[in-house]
Nanobody
Framework: QVTLVESGGGLVQAGGSLRLSCVAS????????MAWFRQAPGKEREFVTV????????YYADSVKGRFTISRDNAKNTVYLQMDNLKPEDTAVYYC?????????????????WGQGIQVTVSS
């Protein structure tokens, strides 16, 4: 059993910042991939970013490059998402996901373990 718990969401004005956190607990495993996805109302869940175990490799969706930064603390089993210069189109429920396999894995179906999601709302 793996539990992922996100925190840090909320309401922010356009141009503002938020920092999301996700703590993994339960089954001990080396999560090579820790990722963030998001889902806006009426839309499919989409990839945001993913980071490797050593933090040496990251991938970002084009829509967030230069504005979002992913990081992780393996000692705390935690992944972070720093979101700067937020836009109204970033409004969504944000989910963290973990998987033992890392790579160009941008499809949510490639991830086995998910958090419950946290709302991020950006007002214009």
């Amino acid at each position: 059993q793996v539990t992922l718990v996100e925190s840090g969401g909320g309401l922010v004005q356009a141009g503002g910042s938020l920092r999301l956190s996700c703590v993994a607990s339960g089954r001990t495993f080396k999560w090579n991939a820790m990722a963030w996805f998001r889902q806006a109302p009426g839309k499919e869940r989409e990839f945001v970013t993913v980071i490797s175990w050593s933090s040496s490799m990251t991938y970002y969706a084009d829509s967030v490059k230069g504005r979002f930064t992913i990081s992780r603390d393996n000692a705390k089993n935690t992944v972070y998402l720093q979101m700067d210069n937020l836009k109204p189109e970033d409004t969504a429920v944000y989910y963290c996901a973990v998987d033992p396999r890392f790579g160009r894995r941008f499809d949510p179906r490639q991830y086995d373990y998910w958090g419950q999601g946290i709302q991020v709302t950006v007002s214009s």
